[in-house]
């Protein structure tokens, strides 16, 4: 790839770690502030702080739920829309990159194994816990 990953996307005035977010908004636009955080599988507390970044950098901005006045929705400005080419490109390039020397068929294998560790993982941050508490 040559340029260092982070390199090229601060040229475009993203970080590493709001490309995610970016991503998750350029999937679907104008979501509720915790959305972002499920759909990325980043904590409340941290997903905040990067929105609030992402805004001060003038990639989001957040409006009013019409819905629910107690909402805040958070949308891609046009600066974030502008660059949605390049970053997609960037991302489409880090994919490529990383399964350098897999074959086809690996690629859908290690697809299948991500996805159901990710279920698992799912199922295991999501689920009741089994029985009650200890010595109870």
Known sequence: MGQAIGDRLAELGVTL???????ALYEQDGLTQSEPARRTGVEQPTMAVNLRRMERDGLI???TDPGD?????????PEAKSIR?????LRAGID????????PAEHVQL???????TGNLDTLLNSPPKGGPAGG
């Open 17 to 23: 770690g709001q490309l995610p977010t970016l991503l």
């Open 61 to 63: 901005a957040r409006t």
């Open 69 to 77: 006045a107690r909402r805040a929705l958070v949308g891609l400005t």
């Open 85 to 89: 080419g390049p970053v997609q490109q």
């Open 96 to 103: 490529e990159e990383s399964l350098t020397g897999f074959t």
């Open 111 to 117: 697809r299948d194994f991500l996805a159901r560790i």
